[in-house]
């Protein structure tokens, strides 16, 4: 049974955002037909239980778009998207972090915000601190903690609270090389244990090794979708050719 | 914590499902809400503990915020302008604490909406669950603000009645009429932030056409329909006689108040809804 069902998924944002009561006024006057920003355009794809799959495409192609629909936080605005189990939306390391609560209560707050009880973060409290390499500072406000600490916390709770959907976007590019290494460890281990994992990347050797099926998007389309190292290969490809799939896109 | 619960936890394997033109339900919201039960308690628990963190005196400024307040207010117009009121302390402190908390909830809902639109941008979560948990850290400072005023009612030697008993009952009727505009004024801030400057104003003016500070006898009979057109005049009315006149408020004003109340929720609901979908590209 497949565990994210994208139909037709279609996601369009209002012309521009007015900041001000002054300037809404003035385009009500002025009514520009400024047109919608068309980030997504009819996307359908099925991601399988236990499956990885890797969404690659360039800077603003809609790629955060779609795992922001699939995690509900977008809603669409033609299609329907069906996600079945528990969903942990990592878009961002170190979302909903307080610099004046410690570490530890920073796990709790965090594992919340992901839709796990106190109960259950105390529970995996000793293994998020280890994963980090984080116990001498765990008490400490955050605002105290480097970046880099930071970023090892943030992942350690994201990949611990067992999510059956894990929608990772560009996490990798975090920490030292180290921790890199860790996090794919984590990755792989998520994949053995059987959660669906959908995985945002511009690391296309990390799509090619952690994902069976990929997706290319580029303007909010899927140009193409099937074997991750099929669909890496020509996206490479696409990259050294790219007046002939400029003008393919248009 | 027992090792079912978090099996429990555990096997939960929801179904979403999100489709074009998705209408947000009042139910759904709810659950949604009682869901993420832990999420609201950690910003309660967050929005009481980190406001004084750094501070020496930590929470007990709670405490004597209200109490420096009125030491102040009391120089002033007590000796200064000199009202006519029996108690005056009791009278301007028990009016104080409602309107405190109604301009500090609205005022912070729109600025927590604010704050938190980076996390709604990265995890779902119900997006009133922002307005909700401000409305209950304010209920939960305003429940240790009373702490003063009654050391202060036995201090002045003011009765303690079972009228008393009634407070909680005017406090709920308070809090759900500040959420319900709460929740409008957050919604409507996310799309124009102008309005948070604008309530700003607005609430000066509100405090002048309410009478906590001075006492309504004190406004001439031409003026008066202009306070009664005010519901905050309602609201700490209710707060305010259990406590300052030692009686239960009348069915009249108990009335009033409820409806006061069910029409802002209702406002506040209709705005939420028609506007928390579109929230995404504006936060």
């Known amino acids: 049974m497949s565990s994210v069902t994208c139909k037709n998924i279609s996601v369009s944002y209002p012309p521009r955002k007015a900041p001000t009561l002054k300037e809404w006024a003035l385009r009500r006057r002025h009514a520009s037909p400024a047109k919608p920003f068309q980030a997504l355009t009819d996307v359908s794809l099925s991601v399988a239980e236990g499956e990885a799959f890797g969404i690659i495409g360039g800077n603003g192609a809609g790629k955060s778009t779609l795992l922001r629909v699939i995690a509900g936080i977008v809603p669409p605005t033609g299609g329907e998207v069906i996600a079945r189990g528990t969903v942990a939306p990592i878009i961002e390391l170190g979302t909903g972090f307080d610099s004046e609560l410690s570490g530890r209560e920073n796990i709790l707050f965090n594992g919340s915000l992901l839709g796990r009880s106190r109960a259950f973060m105390r529970h995996c409290e000793d293994e998020i601190i280890d994963f980090a390499g984080l116990p001498d500072f765990i008490d400490a406000p955050l605002r105290t903690y480097s970046t880099g600490m930071v970023a090892r916390l943030a992942f350690a709770i994201a990949t611990t609270v067992e999510a059956d959907i894990v929608l990772l976007d560009e996490v990798l590019a975090v920490g030292d090389a180290a921790f890199r290494v860790k996090c794919e460890e984590r990755i792989r281990r998520f994949h053995q244990t059987g959660a669906t994992i959908l995985l945002v990347s511009h690391e296309l050797k990390n799509v090619q090794e952690l994902c069976e099926r990929a997706a290319w998007i580029d303007h909010g389309r899927v140009v193409h979708y099937g074997n991750a190292k099929e669909v890496v290969e020509l996206y490479e490809r696409g990259l050294h050719a790219i007046p002939a799939s400029a003008a393919a896109n248009v | ?283």
């Open chain 2, 1 to 283: 914590m027992t090792t079912e619960s978090l099996a429990a936890e555990r096997a939960e394997h929801p179904v979403h499902h999100y489709f074009a033109g998705q209408q947000i339900r009042f139910t759904e919201e709810w659950r949604d809400i009682l869901k993420s039960g832990h999420l609201l308690y950690n910003l309660v628990h967050r929005d009481i503990t980190v406001r004084y963190k750094r501070s020496t005196l930590g929470t007990l400024w709670t405490l004597l915020n209200p109490l420096l307040l009125v030491v102040i207010l009391v120089i002033v117009f007590s000796h200064v302008f000199r009202f006519a009121v029996e108690h005056y302390e009791i009278y301007l402190l028990s009016g104080l604490l409602p309107w405190t908390f109604f301009s500090q909830t609205t005022v912070t809902s729109m600025a927590a909406t604010g704050w938190n639109g980076p996390l709604m941008k990265r995890v779902r979560v119900p997006k009133s669950i922002f307005t909700l948990s401000t409305t209950i850290s304010g209920i939960v400072n305003l429940a240790i603000s009373y702490l003063p005023l009654l050391a202060l009612m036995i201090i002045r030697g003011v009765p303690f009645r079972p009228s008393l008993l009634f407070l909680p009952i005017s406090i709920a009727i308070l809090a759900v009429f500040t959420f319900g505009l709460s929740l409008a004024l957050s919604t409507v801030s996310v799309y124009f932030v102008d309005v948070r400057e604008m309530f700003n104003i607005l609430l000066t003016a509100l405090l002048y056409l309410t009478p906590v500070i001075y006492p309504l006898n004190i406004i001439p009979a031409k003026w008066q329909p202009l306070i009664h057109a005010n519901p905050m005049y309602y609201m700490t009315e209710i707060v305010r006689i259990p406590i300052h006149a030692g009686i239960l408020p009348s069915m009249q004003l108990v009335g009033v108040c409820v409806s006061l109340a069910l029409a802002s929720l209702l406002i506040g609901w209709m705005t939420f809804r028609r506007l928390s979908p579109g929230f995404y590209p504006h936060l």
